[in-house]
């Protein structure tokens, strides 16, 4: 499915990206995954802020394309995160960890099961990598949008 189809189906509403908010967005990532590494914190409490590195990376990917998701409909993580592939070329395997990683945020949040060290590892890693990709991805694809280094 392409982003068009997407936009067809509600699933994403047009988006006029600008350096502001790219630049708001990127820094609230940077922040969440670093609150991430903050061992004081609760495991989940850890979890929830790389889960939100890496949505917010996915966001990062989508305004850059000029859309957004449709926050009205269910499901807007689910599209976002799918998206990456036609956004920033995220590969599927990759795509396919940070789904299951969203999977597990709904588990966690909505049934109250508790996140494992090792799920919050490879929330972590996969939040940096992801990260990395977005930073990399707006510098060669779109550097008009970047105000920061």
Known sequence: MSLQNLLAIGRL????????GIAKLLQAARRNL????????????RFDAA???????????????GYRTSTSQPGHHQTAIQSLGLTMAVAQPEI???????????VSDYEGDPISTATLQACMNQAA??????????????????TLP
């Open 34 to 45: 670093a609150d991430a590494h903050v061992a004081q914190v609760s495991t989940d409490n």
């Open 13 to 20: 509403q047009p988006h006029q990206p600008d350096a502001a």
């Open 96 to 106: 396919i960890v940070l789904d299951a990683l969203r999977r597990q945020r709904n």
């Open 129 to 146: 990598q992801l990260l990395a990709h977005a930073e990399s991805w707006l510098r060669t694809h779109r550097p008009d949008l970047l």
């Open 51 to 65: 889960y939100k590195c890496i949505m917010q990376c996915a966001m990062l990917g989508l305004w850059s394309n």
